[in-house]
């Protein structure tokens, strides 16, 4: 069976700590060797090259961080796979509006249907801008975004 075919199989019912762990057993790597594939390697202050970012990785299989969206891509650029294969319990669904609001997209998380990371790179007029801003101000009251 293929690593890729193993992780599609296991990430069915499973969270994104245990399709990355499972990933990158499935190629065989350490949690440096992952962190080498993805940011490369730097020497430490005792003379020996290391991985960059090591300790993300261990953080993501431990469920103690979750990565930003260019972390997701970029580990799934290295196993090969889709977000949702890597990540179920985090990315449930993907809509990319298209036309002029191209630079609008929606990503659900967290495996809830009512919670879901927005990302706006469009340009838009100063009321528009104002109201946006005004309406994520009062929804995010009290909230700490990640």
């Not at 065989?28 to 005792?46: C, I, K, T, Y």
């Not at 609008?104 to 469009?122: F, I, K, P, Q, W």
């Not at 100063?126 to 995010?140: F, Y």
Request: glycine fraction near 6%.
């Amino acid at each position: 069976m293929n690593d890729q075919s193993e992780l599609k199989s296991y990430s069915l019912a499973a969270s994104f700590k245990e399709c990355l762990y499972q990933a990158r057993r499935a190629k065989g790597w350490s949690q440096s060797e992952l962190a080498r594939q993805m940011w490369g390697s730097v020497e430490d202050s005792r003379g020996y090259t290391v991985a960059k970012n090591r300790d993300r990785i261990s953080a993501y299989e431990r469920g103690r961080a979750t990565p930003e969206r260019e972390t997701l891509d970029l580990l799934v650029k290295v196993f090969d796979v889709t977000i949702e294969e890597l990540a179920p319990d985090l990315v449930l669904r993907r809509a990319e509006s298209t036309g002029e609001a191209s630079g609008v997209h929606m990503t659900l998380v967290d495996g809830s249907m009512s919670v879901a990371r927005l990302e706006v790179n469009v340009t838009v007029s100063l009321e528009t801008a104002s109201k946006v801003i005004a309406l994520l101000g009062s929804e995010m009251s009290g909230k700490v975004s990640g």
